[in-house]
């Protein structure tokens, strides 16, 4: 039996694509064949005519799956509550040819998040790439703006990209290595 992963799916409608690696955004074509090759965080990559192709979450419905479900909030959730939470989505941001999140990748290096006058909160990110030249970094980076901003009371996220310091495979966590053989 075939993991659904692997199942082919047809286009329902144009969906907005991001070819990978170089991060440009294009539309597949109603019509177009292909399979998931990951599916993490709500997002998916996907193989289509021999490229491969991020699709956000909220274009599941395109290649046939279902959206992401919302987040929720108690109503008396504290600062620490909604920075716990904040921390659960950055962990659902992938790279999109690396099955381990943005976290356990050691690619965020801080999320400071804050009260604004109007009772709502900020998040402020630090965030780094595996490789300066990715072009997925500003991919990665509206990812992170769009998880954290359906955080409920999260309603801005200013994300910096940075590269000092440099990212190596020692900020990534054991299990993060020992998924990827980088022990």
Same mark, same amino acid.
């Given at each position: 039996?075939?993991?659904?992963?692997? *199942? !082919?799916?047809?286009?329902?409608?144009?969906?907005?694509?991001?070819?990978?690696? /170089?991060?440009?955004?294009?539309?597949?074509?109603?019509?177009?064949?292909?399979?998931?090759?990951?599916?993490?965080?709500?997002?998916? @990559?996907?193989?289509? *005519?021999? +490229?491969?192709?991020?699709?956000?979450?909220?274009? /599941?419905?395109?290649?046939?799956? *279902?959206?992401?479900?919302?987040?929720?909030?108690?109503?008396?959730? @504290?600062?620490?509550?909604? *920075?716990?939470?904040?921390?659960?989505? $950055?962990?659902? =941001?992938?790279?999109?040819?690396?099955?381990? +999140?943005?976290?356990? $990748?050691?690619?965020?290096?801080? =999320?400071?998040?804050?009260?604004?006058?109007?009772? +709502?909160?900020? /998040?402020?990110?630090?965030?780094?790439?595996?490789?300066?030249? =990715?072009?997925?970094?500003?991919?990665?980076?509206?990812?992170?703006?769009?998880?954290?901003?359906?955080? !409920? @009371?999260? @309603?801005?996220?200013?994300?910096?990209?940075?590269?000092?310091? !440099?990212?190596?495979?020692?900020?990534?966590?054991?299990?993060?290595? $020992?998924?990827?053989?980088?022990?």
């Amino acid at each position: 039996m075939r993991h659904r992963d692997q *199942e !082919p799916f047809v286009v329902t409608r144009e969906v907005k694509a991001v070819l990978v690696p /170089a991060g440009v955004e294009v539309k597949l074509r109603v019509g177009s064949v292909g399979y998931v090759t990951q599916a993490l965080g709500g997002s998916f @990559t996907v193989a289509v *005519e021999g +490229n491969l192709f991020r699709i956000a979450g909220a274009d /599941a419905d395109a290649i046939g799956r *279902e959206l992401p479900a919302a987040i929720h909030l108690p109503p008396d959730a @504290t600062d620490a509550d909604v *920075e716990r939470l904040a921390w659960e989505q $950055l962990r659902t =941001c992938y790279d999109p040819e690396i099955p381990v +999140n943005i976290v356990d $990748l050691g690619l965020v290096y801080a =999320c400071e998040i804050s009260r604004q006058p109007d009772g +709502n909160r900020a /998040a402020a990110v630090r965030l780094t790439l595996t490789a300066p030249g =990715c072009g997925m970094g500003e991919v990665l980076v509206q990812d992170v703006k769009d998880k954290l901003t359906q955080v !409920p @009371t999260l @309603t801005s996220a200013d994300v910096e990209l940075v590269f000092d310091p !440099p990212w190596s495979r020692e900020m990534m966590s054991e299990a993060a290595r $020992l998924q990827t053989g980088m022990m």
